[in-house]
Nanobody
Framework: QVQLTESGGESVQAGDSLRLSCTDS???????????MGWFRQAPGKEREFVAR????????YYADSVKGRFIISRDNAKTAVYLQMNNLTPDDTAVYYC???????????????WGPGTQVTVSS
């Protein structure tokens, strides 16, 4: 069973930065490196929304307009990990953040077949 585990979420002040990590404990590097990886988030009372994605080769990235210029997604296939560097956080970034794994290049949650349990990010003004 694939296990994705997020970490790094915490409570911070507006303007602060956080780095989220997500590790795949199931796949070895040669398998993990074939997957596209994404970050999604879900705020209380709202639907889950796309945040960022990165291609299997780590060269292609794509961001939601709401985080473009502030968040950076990266990955280290040797560590079977994906990261989300979040800068200049605002209260609107408060949500549970999920990493997810896909065989398709998409920002649609339905195309992601494996999800982590999520990590809470809370930003206070």
């Amino acid at each position: 069973q694939v296990q994705l585990t997020e970490s790094g979420g915490e409570s911070v002040q507006a303007g602060d930065s956080l780095r989220l990590s997500c590790t795949d404990s199931e796949h070895p590097e040669h398998s993990y490196s074939t997957f596209d990886m994404g970050w999604f988030r879900q705020a209380p009372g709202k639907e889950r929304e796309f945040v960022a994605r990165i291609g299997a080769d780590a060269e292609n990235t794509y961001y939601a307009d709401s985080v473009k210029g502030r968040f950076i997604i990266s990955r280290d296939n040797a560590k079977t990990a994906v990261y989300l560097q979040m800068n200049n956080l605002t209260p609107d970034d408060t949500a549970v953040y999920y990493c997810a794994q896909s065989n398709m290049w998409s920002d649609r949650a339905s195309y992601y077949h494996t999800w982590g349990p999520g990590t809470q990010v809370t930003v206070s003004s």
